[in-house]
T-cell receptor, first 113, second 110 residues
Framework: DGGITQSPKYLFRKEGQNVTLSCEQN?????MYWYRQDPGQGLRLIYY???????QKGDIAEGYSVSREKKESFPLTVTSAQKNPTAFYLC????????????FGPGTRLTVL | GIQVEQSPPDLILQEGANSTLRCNFS?????LQWFHQNPWGQLINLFY???GTKQNGRLSATTVATERYSLLYISSSQTTDSGVYFC????????????FGIGTKLQVIP
């Protein structure tokens, strides 16, 4: 089946550790996105990538890093510099950036202990 | 960036009732999406509707871009419609990121 997968579904991390969230899509989409959602809030853009080997900061990029070495993969690293990393993280993709329907993965719930 | 305001923030409906959700945005847009987030967190795209009207089963949406608002209609609501509905407009001119509102939380009771 075509779609977007994120792993793991739940992740626990000790304070001060880096952690990498996986996002894979087999929709052949050029654009991919990472969002953060806090309880009772909308989604905020962390990073986006319009094409392989290119990515841009979103509104809340501090404390996060990404890579886009393959079209189908867009991993997000939450670094120890992120002051409040506990949140729900959602990955999305679209055919092109900015003008197309976005499709979302099931999300990863990160809890920092 | 674009400011997005959704109303009402919370809505409780009896099963079978109809409702209208509103999204106001502060700037011109070249795209607008409506999403439903189920209680498990999965976001499903309902409509891509930068202008005009679209219908999909019991749901329909209308965007009046010149007046900077969009409406989502839910008819004959079902308990499975419960969740949060997000409006997400995107700006015009090159790549402009999509901005999400904080959503309308809908609960449909039997």
């Amino acid at each position: 089946d075509g779609g977007i997968t994120q792993s793991p579904k739940y992740l626990f991390r000790k304070e001060g550790q880096n952690v990498t969230l996986s996002c894979e899509q087999n929709l052949n989409h050029d654009a991919m996105y990472w969002y953060r959602q806090d309880p009772g809030q909308g989604l905020r853009l962390i990073y986006y990538s319009q094409i392989v080997n290119d990515f841009q900061k979103g509104d809340i990029a501090e404390g996060y890093s990404v890579s886009r070495e393959k079209k189908e993969s867009f991993p997000l690293t939450v670094t120890s510099a992120q002051k409040n990393p506990t949140a729900f993280y959602l990955c999305a993709s679209s055919i092109l950036a900015g003008t197309d329907t976005q499709y979302f993965g099931p999300g990863t719930r990160l809890t920092v202990l | 960036g674009i400011q997005v305001e959704q109303s009402p923030p919370d809505l409780i409906l009896q099963e079978g009732a109809n409702s209208t959700l509103r999204c106001n945005f502060s700037d011109s847009v070249n795209n607008l999406q409506w999403f439903h987030q189920n209680p498990w967190g999965q976001l499903i795209n309902l409509f891509y509707i930068p202008s005009g009207t679209k219908q999909n089963g019991r749901l329909s949406a209308t965007t009046v871009a010149t007046e900077r608002y969009s409406l989502l209609y839910i008819s004959s609501s079902q308990t499975t419609d419960s969740g949060v509905y997000f409006c997400a407009p995107g700006g015009s001119g090159g790549y402009q990121k999509v901005t999400f509102g904080i959503g309308t939380k809908l609960q449909v009771i039997p």
